[in-house]
């Protein structure tokens, strides 16, 4: 607690994968331990995809005309064989940092910030291409199909795309560029290419058709035209959790870790027994599955690092009304302003503080400007708000980086065991496995032991088994800010009791809440998946 309570007293410097609207991070796998004999993973994803569509489409959640619209929805297609999303197997995990802490635009993971990154990717291949076929070029042209036409509008989907296109990197783009795209949608933006010069607007980005036979519900394709004439042309897939696919994709060949593990009690041997420390086993197996370097690993922890308290500054230091039929207004730069004249106490300030960073990173995500998937979209503002709080306490950047290197495991033995997706086991698999992350986060960059860490993510993640995902009107707003706060602020109260308890003594472990988590996500009612069909998505009335 003296630990949060310092978070006060420092001053703010300022502050899924899933095949729906919202945010998840779905990685299209089942949870481990999950049987289906009745409700296959492919019939969910037709659900929460017509579920969605429908929601998005009436743009109001009154319970009557939002399960009509569900029963009159279309189903979805199937999601292809071939998709390298679709044939991942199970083993000891190898999934790696870059996979799981990506950048981009929120607010989500699907349809903003994988077709971001896919237009990025168009973008960077067109301008490798021989000189004398660019200076024929006259246009560039993306095709949205399927759920990224049907619901891209509300989203910000055209001007993700339109902004990768224009060369900016998913990772970098600054906020005001997205907003500029939003606010001045005739504007002509010029894109050099090689030899030639491009004008792009977002008509450039075509909202074609919402129903056929493609590879993946989010199917989209580039093109360079000259005239009519298709100079190159590339069929993509935003596969869930801002992945993209493509038409041949290889999934990158991968090395295989030095420590094998797939559950938390594998890891007991290496951190108990052998002393080795969490993050020096995270390091070394990165290195062995990527074949990246240290440096290039530290590289990348930093500058998710700068991007999240860069999200959270910039969330402190706006107050809008966020996009969408909710009409939601922001809360956290005024949380801060209000910080320096309340009566709350130190108590008060400490959950104060950290919320509004929970809120602003949340806020942020709403807005469409860029965040981290930390497991996912609607969760991203958990552990922005954890390190910034860190920051706060002037934790060294050595440690916050072995901070996320703990974090990751989390969020990996939670993807690997059960899932990350609301549209598979609701926001206890998101804002639950944030909340847990964040947990782990400060126990290892405060230099807990790798008992404490555990327990602490074992706390956080206890305390959100059951919660259900019902977002309002479908957007990622309402819970999902709010949630993002509570999520940090849990994450603090996690570590504060568990590290002042006997370690030994807490009677629940990690893998066993993992398995918990698993099965309360194979038992829960679909209309708690991400679906909006069900608890606040169909309390809350807007029109
Ligand atoms: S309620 Fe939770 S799981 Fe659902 S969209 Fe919001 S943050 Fe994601």
Not at 66 to 71: L, N, R
Not at 298 to 312: A, H, N, P, Y
Not at 352 to 368: D, I, L
């Amino acid at each position: 607690m003296d630990k949060l309570l310092k978070v006060i007293n420092s001053p703010a410097s300022g502050c899924g994968s899933c095949h729906t609207t919202t945010c998840g991070t779905c990685t299209t796998e089942a949870p481990k331990s999950e049987v289906r004999p009745t409700f296959s993973r492919r019939d969910l994803g037709r659900a929460v995809l017509a579920a969605s569509v429908s929601t998005l489409l009436i743009g109001c959640s009154d319970k009557a005309s939002t399960e009509k619209a569900v029963e009159a929805a279309p189903a979805a297609p199937a999601l292809s064989p071939d998709l390298a999303v679709v044939q991942q197997s199970k083993g000891p995990i190898i999934t790696t940092l870059e996979e799981f802490y990506k950048m981009g635009p929120g607010p989500s993971s699907s349809h903003t910030m994988g077709p971001m990154r896919i237009t990025y990717d168009f973008f960077q291949r067109v301008s490798k291409l021989p000189e004398d076929q660019l200076k024929r070029a006259t246009a560039l042209k993306v095709h949205l199909f399927g759920s990224l036409s049907a619901t891209g509008k509300g989203h910000g989907t055209d001007r993700a795309s339109l902004a990768g296109l224009l060369g900016k990197a998913p990772a970098t783009c600054p906020p005001e560029f997205l907003d500029g795209l939003a606010n001045n949608p005739d504007e002509v933006h010029k894109v050099t290419i090689g030899p030639t010069t491009l004008n792009l607007t977002l008509k450039d980005v075509i909202f074609d058709a919402t129903k056929g036979e493609f590879h993946h519900p989010n199917t989209m394709t580039a093109k360079l035209l000259a005239g009519n004439e298709t100079l190159y042309e590339l069929e993509y897939y935003s596969v869930g959790g801002g992945f993209i696919e493509w038409k041949g994709y290889k999934p990158p060949d991968k090395g295989q870790p030095k420590y094998i593990f797939e559950h938390a009690r594998d890891l007991k041997k290496y951190l108990i027994d052998d002393k080795i420390p969490l993050p020096k086993l995270l390091l070394v197996n990165e290195m062995a599955i990527s074949g990246k370097s240290e440096k290039d690993i530290w590289e990348f922890i930093d500058q998710v690092t700068e991007v999240m308290v860069r999200g959270v500054d910039t969330g402190l230091s706006v107050e809008s009304v966020l996009p969408g039929p909710i009409k939601l207004h922001s809360k956290a730069a005024a949380m801060q302003r209000n910080l320096k004249n309340t009566a709350k106490g130190e108590a008060g300030r400490a959950v104060t503080r950290v919320a509004s960073y929970g809120f602003a990173m949340g806020e942020e995500n709403a807005r469409g400007h860029i965040i981290v998937t930390a497991p996912t979209a609607g969760s991203a503002g958990i552990i922005p708000a954890v390190v910034k709080s860190l920051r706060d306490l002037k934790t060294s950047q050595e440690k916050i980086r072995e901070g996320f290197l703990a974090a990751a495991a989390i969020g990996y033995l939670c993807k690997h065991n059960a899932t990350l997706s609301g549209a598979e086991g609701g926001c206890q698999a998101e804002v639950g496995v944030g909340s847990s992350m964040g947990a782990a986060m400060i126990a290892q960059a405060l230099g807990a032991g790798p008992k404490v860490v555990s327990n602490a993510a074992e706390s956080a993640l206890e305390h959100h088994l059951g919660m259900t995902c019902d977002p309002v009107a479908g957007y990622v707003q309402v819970p999902c800010i709010e949630r993002c706060a509570y999520g940090a602020v849990k994450a603090w109260t996690a570590y504060c009791i568990a590290s002042e308890e006997i370690p030994e003594e807490r009677r629940v472990d990690l893998d066993t809440t993992i398995d918990a988590m698993s099965l309360t996500a194979k038992e829960m009612n679909s209309k708690y998946k991400e679906t909006s069909e069900g608890g606040l998505a169909v309390s809350v009335v807007l029109c």
